[in-house]
Nanobody, 114 residues
Framework: VQLQASGGGLVQAGGSLRLSCAASESISSIHIMGWYRQPPGKEREPVATISNIGSTYYSDSVEGRFTISRDIAKNTIHLQMNSLDRDDTAVYYC?????????WGQGTLVTVSS
């Protein structure tokens, strides 16, 4: 599967962005899809996931501010990010997990200015 992430950009603190990740094949049966992020100078960290039955997970740092969703008809997942702050500045990577392995998109940069 190939993944194409989009939607990153520059936003002021308190603002919102919506990231999208389009898959090259049907996502209806994909076990897990989600997002990681890598802040400048730091390790990559999990952000949110959504399973093939629609269950979701959020890291503590984004819980209540970010929402992950999927559009099965468009083979796309989204990450709605609200109340952004400078700590959310990072390259955001979407990924797919299936028993055969983990597949990554190319990353999209989100920069939050104060």
């Amino acid at each position: 599967v190939q993944l194409q992430a989009s939607g990153g950009g520059l936003v002021q603190a308190g603002g919102s962005l919506r990231l999208s990740c389009a898959a090259s094949e049907s996502i209806s049966s994909i076990h897990i899809m989600g997002w990681y992020r890598q802040p400048p100078g730091k390790e990559r960290e999990p952000v949110a996931t959504i399973s093939n039955i629609g269950s979701t997970y959020y890291s503590d740092s984004v819980e209540g501010r970010f929402t992950i969703s999927r559009d099965i008809a468009k083979n796309t997942i989204h990450l709605q990010m609200n109340s952004l702050d400078r700590d959310d500045t990072a390259v955001y990577y979407c990924y797919v997990w299936r028993p055969s392995g983990t597949y990554w998109g190319q990353g999209t940069l989100v920069t939050v200015s104060s």
